[in-house]
């Protein structure tokens, strides 16, 4: 036997005479057997191991797109679940066979990022998945998490999972996933939008508007305040119906938006009061300008049911220089101001604070 021509030299014995050694070589063929068995036991118990660790992160990695356990000492990685978009990227010819183990896991995931990431998100990408400060940015955690936009499917969430550490507490394995999260994403902005927005009329709700204002003024930017109210709108609704009101109040928030710029902060305050805040004007000369522009926007408007009756506009303006503090409440109070004294006169009119205070 083979085996038991590769053990004899170790215990000694070369070919003893058969008559003599027979008890012997009997003997050694039993020792011989039992080693073999316990190498196959033993081959076997860390093949069944390690097929029993990889089947349980296989288990682990239906939940995420991709799935790899990386070796952060060395470098070296096992590709536990790849989708095909990746796969493509990588060429027709990458194959990767059962519980085999690859090296260079940097320069593998810096060739996905640089494929799958946008431009503008890539160096960002390749400080997350740099496995030589992965272990400082571990620490404490259970998971750290980067979100990105694929080029092709849309927002990615990658994830990095400690799994071990050496007998010196250095960490050894970890996981790194990576799932889609585009639904997710789209159910999130969905939320935020019902959050900040006036479901009416698209604007910002008082929230929200709000808030974006006082980021500017925290900021210190320049810019105008504007209070806008529709002038006898509960005539408008006791004449005409409520349904028709609703129809003024959109028609208003429709010419606001159109008269400002995507920068401009426009919201609908409740009932028919909006406020617009228009970062960067700050010459009296301007303003009139955009008013007019506005007023001749708002007589444009024509609902059937009005049988041609104008809708008339009331706005009061307070300039914001940008050099002290100032909240949006205070703002407001002199914007209102303005407001109070727009709307003794007739049509559509603007005040500006200080002119007629």
Not at 64 to 92: F, N, P
């Amino acid at each position: 036997m083979r085996y038991k021509d590769e053990i004899s030299g170790f215990f000694g014995v070369d070919n003893p005479p058969k008559s003599d050694y027979r008890g012997l070589t009997t003997f050694l063929d039993m020792i011989g057997t039992l080693l073999i068995s316990f190498l196959k036991l033993r081959n076997s118990f860390i093949k069944s191991n390690k097929e029993a660790k990889l089947s349980s992160y296989s288990s682990l990695s239906k939940i995420y797109a991709s799935m790899y356990l990386v070796d952060v000492q060395t470098k070296r990685y096992h590709i536990i679940k790849m989708t095909d978009q990746i796969a493509e990227y990588l060429g027709k010819d990458f194959k990767m066979g059962e519980y085999e183990i690859r090296d260079d896991f940097c320069g593998y995931i810096k060739n996905i990022a640089e494929k799958m990431c946008t431009e503008s998100q890539l160096q960002e990408s390749l400080e997350f998945v740099d496995i030589s400060t992965l272990e400082e940015r571990l620490l404490g955690e259970n998971s750290i998490t980067h979100e990105f936009t694929d080029k092709i499917s849309g927002w990615n969430r990658s994830r990095f999972i400690p799994v071990d550490y050496d007998e010196d507490g250095k960490l050894l394995h970890v996981l790194f996933c990576i799932e889609c999260i585009e639904e997710e994403k789209k159910r999130e902005n969905r939320l935020i939008y019902l959050a900040q927005t006036d479901l009416m009329t698209g604007l910002c709700n008082r929230g929200s508007g709000e808030k974006k204002i006082t980021e500017f003024l925290k900021k210190k930017t320049g810019g105008l305040l504007c209070l806008i109210d529709c002038d006898k709108f509960k005539s408008i609704n006791d004449n005409y119906g409520h349904s028709v009101g609703d129809k003024v109040i959109i028609a208003v928030a429709e010419k606001l938006q159109k008269t400002c710029r995507d920068s401009d902060v426009v919201l609908r305050l409740g009932g028919d009061e909006f406020a617009m805040f228009i970062p960067g004007m700050l010459e009296q000369r301007v303003a009139e300008k955009f008013f007019e522009r506005f007023f001749e926007n708002i007589r444009q408007i024509d609902i059937i049911e009005m049988q041609g009756k104008n809708i008339e506009i009331s706005l009061g303006a307070c300039f914001y220089d940008g050099y002290e503090e100032v909240s949006f409440d205070q703002l407001y109070r002199k914007a209102d101001r303005a407001m109070y004294q727009s709307k003794k006169q007739k049509g559509c009119s603007a005040v500006i604070y200080g002119e007629e205070m």
